[in-house]
């Protein structure tokens, strides 16, 4: 059952006439940067949404004038986790749980999407991105992989040397560039982002659900393989790289002790 109340940093609201769940990531005073407790919300939510049977499809966006930062870089993190689960195996859990999840997934992203936020606006089904957005994955930035899930699902959308080029030099894309190398779905003023993704959400729930959900669930079955194939490998490059000695050094760089 999706419960509003299970959520501190995610606001969650169903409206049961139409099956739409919205999903807004609530951290605007920090650009909604993912910290523990978001990263362990988004590691069960999109499970609660499949398993919650009132619910016909799912829109995420940010509050604010962003989408997301990405990971939350302040000083004070500790990279705890009240799920049970290493940081590690619920960064998989919100790749593998957005891929498993069989209803539709439309990202209204009203901002900058960086970093996770851009592999969350990546994995939604359909993507409407605000026009003044900047979206990309800066983690070879910080000395890092990209590995939280940029590796599985840009590949199969721009090809392997364009998403190669994106992630190793950490280049930063306008809406209008992410939309023409086919990484998201559509560019849209600002303030029509959210609208176009409900729209598009409730007339995917309208749909039969066997006919919409089917066909999603084979089409990501490719993903599912990629996951499986990439997902481990990258994110343990990322953990082996964070103790490296060029990670501590990025992380002074941020004003990080």
Do not use: C
């Not at 609201?13 to 609530?26: F, H, I, K, P």
């Not at 359909?126 to 590796?151: C, F, Q, R, T």
């Not at 590949?155 to 190398?181: F, H, S, Y």
């Not at 998201?184 to 995917?204: H, N, Q």
């Amino acid at each position: 059952m999706l419960d509003p109340e299970a959520y501190r940093t995610i606001d969650v609201a169903l409206d049961e006439s139409t099956g739409v769940a919205v999903l807004t990531l609530n951290r605007p005073d920090k650009a909604n940067a993912v910290d523990d407790v978001m990263h362990s919300e988004l590691s069960t939510v999109f499970a609660a949404a499949q398993d919650d049977g009132r619910v016909r499809a799912v829109v995420l966006t940010g509050a604010g004038r962003t989408f997301s930062a990405g990971g939350d870089e302040s000083s004070d993190r500790g990279y705890a986790t009240s799920t049970g689960r290493t940081p590690i195996e619920e960064a998989r859990h919100i790749v593998d749980d957005i891929i498993a999840l069989t209803k539709p997934l439309v990202a209204a992203v009203n901002g900058h999407a960086i970093g996770l936020g851009a592999v969350l606006a990546t994995l939604a089904d359909i993507s409407y991105v605000a026009e003044s957005a900047k979206l990309g994955d800066l983690h070879v930035h910080a000395a890092l992989p990209a590995g939280n899930g940029a590796a599985v699902i840009w590949p199969l959308l721009v090809g392997i040397n364009r998403a190669k080029q994106l992630l190793m030099a950490g280049d930063l894309l306008t809406g209008a560039e992410a939309e023409r190398l086919g990484l998201i779905t559509g560019v849209l003023p600002a303030p029509e982002v959210l609208p176009a993704a409900m729209s598009m959400a409730v007339r995917l729930a309208q749909l039969a659900p066997q006919a919409v959900q089917g066909t999603k669930v084979a089409i990501n079955r490719l993903l599912a393989l990629a996951s499986g194939a990439v997902l481990p490998l990258s994110l343990a490059l990322e953990a082996a790289a964070m103790e490296h000695d060029d990670f501590r050094v990025a992380m002074e760089k941020l004003g990080r002790k």
